[in-house]
């Protein structure tokens, strides 16, 4: 009898031990949309802090984002290259802002990790809500990246830091670089500029060469004005009616 009760109670403790653990999620795979250039609208919650922004990817460890919310973030963008951060505001450089500084800390979270599954051939994970959710381990804790049909990035988390970020409106950039792309600009604007202080240099020069050779060094341009007329008659034949008060004058 007693040997009957302890198999039922055995029987029980499996079945309920199995039906309390969570079901293992099979791996699925898709293709890699987090090695592109991007630019995005982003909305970031970091415990109590809520901001919203666009944040771009030029390249890997080639980020930045431009703040809109809140008011003490509005304006600033931080400009993340190989580990430099800089802050900027409205073309301005300043030292990074202490209202910027967690999410300073949480962008570089989420640059580290999505440039590290960038480098894959194709993301493994499990599937929820349509999504494909990418898991991984950074010094600053655990995270999720979630990618939606496309491969592109859909939301990150860091649960233990109280982070999420959703990106939104996800477009593909050309440009690789920031660098790339202020060269081009540069480019196309100094042209005009140099064409117009050619212009502007030669326009005048020539003007004063013209009335330097006829009133004030004739000596010198002899092939050009051969001789100064020695009579009104003469100068009224050379310069025509609209001098010929001067010639009378004269």
């Not at 009957?4 to 293709?31: A, D, H, N, Q, Y």
């Not at 050379?238 to 009378?248: L, P, S």
């Amino acid at each position: 009898m007693k040997r009957l009760v302890s198999m039922v109670v055995m029987i029980v403790t499996v079945v309920m031990f199995v039906g309390c653990t969570s079901p293992i999620k099979p791996e699925t795979s898709r293709k890699n949309g987090l090695k592109s250039a991007f630019e995005s609208k982003v909305n970031i919650s970091i415990d109590k802090l809520n901001a919203e922004g666009i944040v771009k990817r030029f390249g890997e460890g080639v980020w930045d984002v431009e703040f809109s919310e809140p008011n003490t973030l509005s304006g600033v963008k931080l400009a993340f290259d190989g580990g430099v951060v800089t802050a900027s505001y409205k073309g301005l450089d300043f030292s990074v802002p202490q209202s910027a500084m967690p999410v300073k800390a949480m962008m570089m979270n989420l640059i580290e990790a999505v440039d590290t599954n960038a480098r894959l051939e194709e993301l493994k994970g499990s599937e929820k809500d349509n999504v494909l959710e990418v898991t991984g381990s950074l010094d600053g804790g655990d995270y999720v990246i979630s990618v939606g049909k496309d491969g592109r990035l859909v939301s990150f988390d860091m649960e233990n830091n109280k982070l999420k970020m959703i990106f939104s409106d996800m477009k593909e950039m050309l440009s690789s670089t920031p660098e790339t792309t202020s060269d081009t600009t540069a480019t196309t604007t100094t042209e005009p500029v140099t064409e117009t202080v050619t212009e502007s240099e030669t326009e005048p020069e020539s003007e004063a060469t013209q009335a330097e050779d006829v009133f004030i060094t004739p000596e010198e341009n002899a092939e050009e004005v051969i001789e100064f007329p020695e009579s009104a008659e003469e100068t009224f034949d050379i310069i025509g009616d609209d001098t010929i008060d001067f010639a009378e004058e004269y």
